[in-house]
C-alpha cells in the first residue's frame, strides 16, 4: 500500500488499468462483470428480437383462415422457437445477465465471485443459442414445440435433426444457465459491502437470490429428460416409450418440474426491478420489506409444487389433481401480498407519472388480468376446457409480458441513465409504451374468447365458420403494433447512448449503491468500499459517492496487480476475508470451444469429437482450478478503514466453498429426478415387469460400497491431518482416495456392461445402466479432483491454513460415495425386492 | 341441429350437462375476476389522488388484510366448489352407462361400441352415441400423444400410448357435434378433427346396425388400405358423412376432389375415381 492520500482522480488511475478489460482481442479475454453482464443483456435482447420476428410469422399466418403464407411444417417450426426463444434464450439470460451487471454496483463490490464462471456462461450462452438459431435459418429448427413433448419427439415420429437441435443446443444453454446461477448465489452472499446484512439488503438481490437458487433446483430435472431423450434418440434406449416398458408421461413430469418453477424464476426478478423502482418513484421506502422477502421466498417453495397443473388432462387421478389444483391457487397469496405492499407504497408516496412509472402501471393492468385467469385455469374442470386453448396463450402472455418484459423496460429506462451516463432527449419512450401497451392489449385481450371459442394452440390454419375469424385478425394487428413499439424502444436506447446529454449522478434520488459513483461506472466500480449501516445507504449519506472515490473506504489502494474486493459472513454482513479476484483470461473462451464441440459432437453423431472435446475441457478446467490460490500463508492483514482481513484462501467459508456446495445442489437435483424417474417408470409405466431383471449381485455390491465409501474415507482423513498440521501422511491418503473412487466406479461400471440386461431392451435396463453411469462419472470426478489436491500439495498451494482444495475435493468425495452408495443399493436392492 | 351455430367449438355454448357446469363456472369466476380487477383499479386511483405530503400506511391492514386474508377466503371458496364441480364430472359407475373407445392416430381418430359385442362397428372420424345418455369414452391413442375434445360436451382428455383415460360425455339434445385433437400430435394436428352425432336413443340401435351391416361399392384399391387394422381410417359410413370443418375434404369437390382421390389412391380408373369421389361427397 502507497503511503500518503491520494486523490480520487490518482485512485482511479491506480485501479482503472487493473480492472479494466483489454481492448481488441483482449476483449474476448474479458471477465469483468461489467461486460459480461451487458454483453448478456445485449445478447439476449437480439434474441428477443429474433423470438418477436417469430411471433409476427405466426400473427401473419393466422390473420385469416386458410392463410396460404406457411405451410404446417414451417409454422410448426415458427412456434416452437418462438417459445424456445423467448423462455431459454431471452428470458433467463436476461435476468441472469441483469444480476450480473446489477448485483456488485448494488451490492458495493468491485466483481462477481468468480468472473471468469461468469464469462463461460457467456460463451456457452451464445453458442447454445447460435446451434438453435443457425439451425432454424438452414430449415432444421425444432418443430415439435417446446415442450417436446414424447413420443411425438421420440426417433419414430420425429427422425430428422430437430429434435436433437433442441434437446442439445437447450442443454447447452442450460449448463449457461447454471453456471451463472452458482455464481450469482455466491455473489450476493458473499461479496458485499461491510455490513449489508441479509436484512439491509437491496430487495433486488433478495428476488435475485431465490431465483437463482430455483434454477439450481428447477433446471436439473430438464437436463435430466434432455439426456434421457436423447439418448433414446440416438442410441434405441427405452424410457418414454410405452412399447418397451417406458412412459411419455415421465417426460411430461420431467418438462414441467422445471417448467412450471421457470416461470416463476422468470417472475422473480421482474417482481425485484418492481420493488426497488416503486419506492424511489413514489419517494419512499417499500411498505413491509419483510412481508415482501418472505413472499418471494414463500414463491419460490411453492412454485415447485405446482407442475402437474400443466398435466390436468393426462388422466391423473382427480383427488391428486385437486392437491395440485390448491397449491396453484395458494401461490396466489404471495403475489398478493406483493401487490399490495407494492399498493400500499404508491399510497404512502407521492408518486410521479415518469416513464418507468407508466410502465409500472402497464405491469399493474396486464399482470393482475394475468394472475387472474392464472386462478381461473387452476380449477381443474375449467382447465379440462380451456387447456390447449388460445385462452392458455392469453394467459401466459399477460402473465409473461405483465410479469416481466413491462418491468424488465421499467428497469431498463431506470438503469439506462447508470449504463450510458446519459439522459434521453426525446419523448421516443413514451410513445413506445402506448403502442407497446395497446398492442399487447389488442393482441391478447379478445384472444382469452377466441380460446374459449374453441381455438387450440398451434395449428397453423382454421376453417373461415368457427367464429375466430375477425378475433385472430385484431390479434395479429395488436401485434403488429407491439412491434413497432419495440423497434421504437430500440432506437430510443441507441438514441440515448449516441446523443444523450450527461446525466446527473443520483437522477431519481435512489439510496442504493449503485448510484454511488460516477456514470458510466468505472471498470473497478468503487475507488474504495462503503460501510454499510442501512437500507438506502445513499440517502444515509449523500456525499458517499465523493467520499468513496476519494479512497475513504475500505481497500481504497492498489496492492501490486491484486484485484480485491471484500467478502462478508453472509447473514451478519460483518466483514471476513479479502477476495482476490482473477485478471481477464482467455481460458473460459478456450474452455467453451472443446464444450461446443462435445455438444455438436452429440448432436452430429461424431462421438470422437464429443470425446476429444471432454478431454481437452478437462484439461483447461484443471489448468483453470490450478491458477487459483496461493503458495504461502499470509495472514490478516489490512484492509482500509479500520479492517484488517486475511486473503480467502485462508478462510474457511472462502466463495470457492459455497460454489462447490451449490454447484453440488443442482447436482442432488439431477440425481433425484432420476431416482423419480427410475420410481415412476417402476410403479406407474405400462409394460412392467421386464422380461429380465438384474441378478443380484452381492459381491459387486459390497465392493462397490468399499469402493466409493472407502475412498470418501481417506479423503476426510487427509483433510483431517492437513488442518491438524499433520502433513506427513496428506500426499498417500489422497492417493488411495483417488484409487477408492476408481473401485468404486469400476464396480458400478460393471452393472451395465456385465450384470444388466441390454439398455435397449426395456426401460428397467435403460434406467439402471443411466444410474450406474451417473454413479461412476461421480466417481472419475471425485478420484479426479482428489488426483489433482495431491499435485497441489506438492507444490505448495496447501497448508493447513489453506485447506480449500481440500474441503472442495471432500464435498465431491462425500457426494460421490453418498450417490454411488445409493446407486448401488437401489440397483441390486429393487430387483431383489420385487425378484422371484 | 348445429349447422347454424356461429362457433360450432365453442365452450360458451354447451350442449351437455358436463360443459354446462363448466360454462356456469366460467361466468362466476369472469364476475369475481372483474370484481377484484375493479378493487386494484380504485386502489391504484386512490395512489394517485394522494398528492399530500408523504404519510405512513398500515402496512399490515394492507399486507395482511389485502394480500393474505382476502386471496385466502376466496381462493379456498373457489377450491372447494371447483372440487365439487370436479368429482360430479368424473365417469363414476352408474347404470345404463353405454361405453364407446376411442384411439387416436396421426391423424384422425377410430370408433368402437364394444357393448355391441362381436362384430361391433367400427367408424372413422364420427364418432355414434345415443343423446340423453351417459357415455364413457374409453380413449388411448395408437402413436404419440393426442387429446380427445368436443367443446359443447365436455372438457378434453388426453389420448396417452399405453394407457386408457375415461372421459364421460352425455348430449341433451340429438345433434351434431363438432369434436377435435386438442393436443399437438404433428403437421396433421390442424385437420385432426372428428364429429359427435347424437341419435335419438331410439333410432341409436338402428343406426349402428346399418353402420355394421353397411357393404359400400368402394374401388378395390381403396377397400384394401382402409381396411380396419390397417392403420389408415375405415370406411364405414363414409357415403353418409358430412365433413366436418377442418377436415381435408370438407371444402372438396367435383375436380378438385377427384384430384385429391386420384393423389391419395394411387392408381385407378377413371370410372373409379368417379365412384370414389361420389361416395366421399355423398353425405352432403
Not at chain 1, 202 to 231: H, K, R, T
Not at chain 1, 337 to 342: D, L, T
Not at chain 2, 81 to 100: D, K, M, N
Amino acid at each position: 500500500m502507497s503511503g500518503g492520500r491520494v486523490t480520487a482522480l490518482g485512485l482511479h488511475k491506480q485501479l482503472d488499468p487493473l480492472f479494466r478489460t483489454p481492448s481488441g482481442w483482449g476483449r474476448l479475454a474479458a471477465t469483468n462483470h461489467t461486460d459480461i453482464g451487458k454483453r448478456f443483456l445485449v445478447t439476449s435482447f437480439v434474441f428477443f428480437l429474433i423470438g418477436g420476428v417469430l411471433a409476427m410469422l405466426i400473427r401473419a399466418q393466422l390473420a385469416t383462415p386458410h392463410s396460404g403464407f406457411a405451410g404446417p411444417a414451417a409454422y410448426n417450426q415458427f412456434f416452437t422457437m418462438h417459445g424456445t426463444v423467448m423462455m431459454f434464450l431471452f428470458a433467463i439470460p436476461a435476468l441472469e445477465g441483469l444480476a450480473i451487471y446489477m448485483m456488485p454496483k448494488m451490492l458495493g463490490a468491485r466483481d462477481m465471485a468468480f468472473p471468469r464462471l461468469g464469462a463461460y456462461a457467456y460463451w456457452c450462452y451464445l453458442s447454445g443459442g447460435s446451434i438453435l438459431i443457425v439451425a432454424m435459418l438452414l430449415g432444421l429448427a425444432p418443430d415439435t414445440g417446446w415442450f417436446m413433448y414424447t413420443p411425438l419427439s421420440s426417433q419414430p415420429y420425429s427422425p430428422g435433426i430437430n429434435a436433437d437441435v433442441w434437446l442439445i443446443g437447450v442443454t447447452f444453454v442450460e449448463v449457461s444457465s447454471i453456471a451463472g446461477a452458482v455464481e450469482i448465489a455466491v455473489s450476493i452472499l458473499k461479496l458485499r459491502a461491510p455490513g449489508m446484512s441479509l436484512s439491509r439488503m437491496p430487495l433486488l438481490a433478495w428476488y435475485l437470490l431465490v431465483a437463482v437458487f430455483m434454477i439450481l433446483i428447477g433446471f436439473p430435472p430438464l437436463v435430466l429428460g434432455s439426456v434421457m431423450l436423447e439418448i433414446e434418440r440416438a442410441f434405441g434406449w427405452a424410457f418414454f416409450d410405452p412399447a418397451r416398458g417406458g412412459d411419455s408421461i415421465l417426460w411430461q413430469h420431467l418438462f414441467w418440474l422445471f417448467g412450471h418453477p421457470e416461470v416463476y424464476i422468470i417472475f422473480l426478478p421482474a417482481a425485484g426491478i418492481l420493488s426497488t423502482l416503486i419506492p424511489v418513484l413514489c419517494r419512499t421506502t417499500i411498505v413491509g420489506y419483510g412481508w415482501v422477502v418472505a413472499a418471494a421466498i414463500s414463491l419460490g417453495f411453492l412454485s415447485f409444487g405446482l407442475w402437474v397443473h400443466h398435466m390436468f388432462t393426462t388422466g391423473i387421478p382427480h383427488m391428486g389433481l385437486a392437491f395440485f389444483s390448491a397449491a396453484s391457487t395458494l401461490v396466489a397469496v404471495p403475489t398478493a401480498i406483493q401487490i399490495f405492499a407494492w399498493l400500499a407504497t404508491m399510497v404512502q408516496g407521492r408518486p410521479q407519472l415518469r416513464l418507468p412509472m407508466l410502465y409500472i402501471l402497464g405491469f399493474f393492468a396486464i399482470f393482475v388480468l394475468g394472475g387472474l385467469s392464472g386462478v381461473m385455469v387452476a380449477v381443474v374442470p375449467f382447465n379440462w376446457q380451456v387447456h390447449d386453448t388460445h385462452f392458455i396463450v392469453a394467459h401466459l402472455h399477460y402473465v409473461l409480458v405483465g410479469g416481466f418484459v413491462f418491468p424488465l423496460l421499467a428497469g431498463l429506462y431506470y438503469w439506462l441513465p447508470l449504463v450510458s451516463g446519459r439522459r434521453r432527449l426525446f419523448r421516443l419512450g413514451e410513445v413506445a409504451f402506448w403502442l407497446n401497451f395497446i398492442g399487447f392489449n389488442l393482441t391478447f385481450f379478445q384472444m382469452h374468447l377466441t380460446g374459449l371459442l374453441g381455438m387450440p394452440r398451434r395449428v397453423y390454419t382454421y376453417p373461415a365458420e368457427m367464429g375466430w375469424t375477425g378475433l385472430n385478425l385484431v390479434s395479429s394487428i395488436g401485434g403488429f403494433l407491439s412491434a413497432i413499439g419495440f423497434a421504437l424502444v430500440l432506437v430510443d436506447v441507441v438514441l440515448q447512448f449516441l446523443s444523450g446529454e450527461k446525466a446527473r449522478r443520483n437522477p431519481w434520488n435512489a439510496g442504493t449503491l449503485e448510484w454511488a459513483g460516477p456514470k458510466p461506472p468505472p471498470s473497478y466500480n468503487f475507488a474504495s468500499l462503503p460501510l454499510v449501516t442501512g437500507r438506502d445507504p445513499l440517502q444515509a449519506d449523500p456525499d458517499l459517492a465523493v467520499r468513496l472515490a476519494r479512497g475513504e473506504g475500505a481497500l481504497g489502494r492498489r496492492r501490486g496487480e491484486r484485484r480485491e474486493t471484500i467478502g462478508v459472513d453472509m447473514v451478519s454482513g460483518a466483514a471476513e476475508q479479502v477476495v482476490l479476484l482473477p485478471g481477464p483470461t482467455f481460458l473460459p473462451l478456450f474452455a467453451a470451444l472443446p464444450t461446443g464441440a462435445f455438444f455438436l459432437g452429440i448432436l452430429l453423431k461424431q462421438y470422437l469429437l464429443s470425446l476429444a472435446g471432454v478431454a481437452v475441457a478437462l484439461v483447461l478446467f484443471l489448468v483453470w482450478a490450478w491458477n487459483n490460490g496461493q503458495r504461502q500463508d499470509e495472514g490478516a492483514q489490512d484492509a482500509g478503514a479500520g479492517l484488517v482481513l486475511p486473503p480467502h484462501p485462508e478462510v474457511r467459508e472462502a466463495p470457492g466453498h459455497w460454489g462447490s456446495l451449490f454447484t453440488l445442489t443442482a447436482d442432488a437435483s439431477l440425481f433425484g429426478s432420476l431416482l423419480f424417474g427410475y420410481a415412476y417408470l417402476w410403479t406407474i409405466a405400462p409394460g412392467w415387469p421386464p422380461p429380465a431383471l438384474l441378478e443380484p449381485n452381492s459381491a459387486n455390491l459390497a465392493l462397490g460400497l468399499l469402493g466409493v465409501i472407502g475412498g470418501w474415507a481417506a479423503m476426510r482423513r487427509a483433510t483431517l491431518a492437513m488442518s491438524a498440521g499433520r502433513t506427513a501422511s496428506v500426499s498417500g491418503t489422497l492417493l488411495a482416495a483417488a484409487a477408492g473412487q476408481i473401485f468404486g466406479g469400476v464396480m458400478l461400471a460393471l452393472v451395465p456392461l456385465w450384470l444388466a440386461p441390454p439398455p435397449s431392451g426395456h426401460a428397467y435396463a435403460s434406467v439402471t445402466a443411466l444410474l450406474a453411469a451417473y454413479g461412476a462419472f461421480h466417481c472419475a470426478v471425485a478420484a479426479i479432483m482428489a488426483l489433482f489436491c495431491w499435485a497441489r500439495v506438492k507444490r505448495g498451494f496447501v497448508s493447513p491454513a489453506r485447506t480449500l482444495d481440500l474441503r472442495v475435493t471432500l464435498h465431491w468425495q462425500a457426494w460421490a460415495a453418498f450417490a454411488g452408495s445409493l446407486a448401488l443399493l437401489v440397483i441390486h436392492g429393487a430387483p431383489w425386492v420385487a425378484g422371484p | 341441429m348445429l349447422g347454424g351455430c356461429a362457433a360450432p367449438l365453442s365452450t360458451l355454448e354447451p350442449g351437455g350437462p358436463s360443459a354446462r357446469a363448466i360454462a356456469v363456472l366460467w361466468w362466476v369466476m369472469l364476475a369475481g375476476a372483474a370484481a377484484i380487477t375493479a378493487l386494484v383499479a380504485v386502489l391504484l386511483a386512490l395512489a394517485w389522488r394522494r398528492r399530500h405530503a408523504a404519510s405512513t400506511v398500515n402496512a399490515a391492514r394492507w399486507i395482511v388484510g389485502g394480500g393474505l386474508l382476502f386471496p385466502l377466503g376466496v381462493l379456498g371458496v373457489l377450491t372447494a366448489a371447483a372440487l365439487i364441480v370436479g368429482e360430479r364430472l368424473l365417469p363414476h359407475p352408474a347404470p345404463e352407462v353405454v361405453t364407446v373407445e376411442a384411439r387416436a392416430h396421426q391423424f384422425w381418430w377410430r370408433f368402437t361400441h364394444p357393448d355391441l359385442g362381436a362384430g361391433r362397428a367400427v367408424t372413422a372420424t364420427e364418432l355414434h352415441i345415443p343423446a340423453g345418455r351417459d357415455v364413457d369414452v374409453r380413449i388411448t391413442s395408437a402413436d404419440v400423444i393426442h387429446s380427445f375434445w368436443v367443446p359443447q360436451l365436455a372438457g378434453k382428455l388426453d389420448a396417452v400410448p399405453g394407457f386408457e383415460n375415461v372421459l364421460r360425455i352425455r348430449a341433451a339434445a340429438p345433434g351434431r357435434y363438432q369434436g377435435r385433437c386438442a393436443e399437438f400430435c404433428g403437421v396433421g394436428h390442424a385437420a385432426n378433427v372428428f364429429t359427435v352425432v347424437a341419435h335419438p336413443p331410439e333410432e341409436y340401435a338402428a343406426t349402428l346396425a346399418r353402420l355394421r351391416s353397411e357393404a359400400a361399392p368402394w374401388p378395390a384399391n381403396c377397400a384394401a388400405c382402409h381396411a380396419d387394422g390397417t392403420g389408415a381410417p375405415g370406411l364405414a359410413g363414409v357415403s353418409a358423412r358430412a365433413w366436418p370443418p377442418g377436415h381435408p375434404l370438407h371444402a372438396l369437390s367435383g375436380e378438385a376432389l377427384r384430384a385429391w382421390v386420384r393423389l391419395h389412391a394411387g392408381p385407378l380408373t377413371e370410372a373409379e375415381t368417379e365412384q370414389a369421389a361420389a361416395l366421399l361427397e355423398g353425405g352432403r
